[in-house]
């Protein structure tokens, strides 16, 4: 079992920004794969970012390719996404997730392939 709590969330004006973290509890094996995603009123989830832990592989959803950065520390058992140049788009709950198996080489973004999850940071973006 793991616990994963997220923090850093807040309001920014568009073009600012702000880092993530996500903070694992309990289990390392279940942290293998991490990922954020994101959901904004009335949209469905969006996976934006995803990294192994142990490979350092990463994959980046094309809305935030090139803006947001995913990485970790595993000292601390956390994870982060810097997230840049945020535009108004980009306001949703932001969700960490984790899961300790995936067969293929990308770390997914499809939110069925993970077992935990964190309860969520709020980011508001103005324009």
């Known amino acids: 079992q793991v616990q994963l709590v997220e923090s850093g969330g807040g309001s920014v004006q568009a073009g600012g920004s702000l880092r993530l973290s996500c903070a694992a509890f309990g289990s390392t094996y279940s942290t293998e794969y991490m990922a954020w995603f994101r959901q904004a009123p009335g949209k469905e989830r969006e996976g934006v970012a995803a990294?192994?832990?142990?490979?350092?592989?990463?994959a980046y959803s094309d809305s935030v390719k090139g803006r947001f950065t995913i990485s970790q520390d595993n000292a601390k058992n956390t994870v982060y996404l810097q997230m840049d140049s945020l535009e108004p788009e980009d306001a949703a709950m932001y969700y960490c997730a984790a899961t300790p198996v995936w067969s293929g080489y990308t770390p997914p973004l499809v939110g069925g392939r993970y077992n935990y999850w964190g309860q969520g940071t709020q980011v508001t973006v103005s324009s």
């Open positions: 990294i192994s832990t142990g490979g350092r592989r990463t």
